[in-house]
């Protein structure tokens, strides 16, 4: 599986915005895919995970509400939308993908793609 994160930008705070992982593979819809987040300095964060299929999702408590996590398997999509953006939301975004886990531990995800710059000036 290959993936690829685009969508990022610079907006304000409380604007929206959704990030797009395209992926490659016919297999691709059995693997649950994370979005992860890194800002400079800090550890690579989990922000929001989703099963193969959709039915089910995860988030980290300072997402919860504003962030919906998506994903279209006819089209090899997975979507973070991104609502009411904080400048603290500011840092690098990546998806990654596994084939049976959607949590929060990195180390468990084994492809990951590109990241794409999220900024929110205030």
């Known amino acids: 599986v290959q993936l690829q994160a685009s969508g990022g930008g610079l907006v304000q705070a409380g604007d929206s915005l959704r990030l797009s992982c395209t992926a490659s593979?016919?297999?691709?819809?059995?693997?649950?895919v994370g979005w992860f987040r890194q800002a400079p300095g800090k550890e690579r964060e989990f922000v929001a995970g989703i099963t193969g299929s959709g039915g089910s999702t995860a988030y980290v408590d300072s997402v919860k509400g504003r962030f919906t996590i998506s994903r279209d398997n006819a089209k090899g999509l997975v979507y973070l939308q991104m609502n009411s953006v904080k400048p603290e939301d500011t840092a690098v975004y990546y998806c990654?993908?596994?084939?049976?886990?959607?949590?929060?531990?990195?180390?468990?995800?084994?492809?990951w793609g590109q990241g794409t710059q999220v900024t929110v000036s205030s």
């Open positions: 593979g016919r297999t691709f819809y059995i693997y649950p």
């Open positions: 990654a993908a596994n084939r049976d886990y959607y949590g929060r531990d990195y180390q468990r995800y084994d492809y």
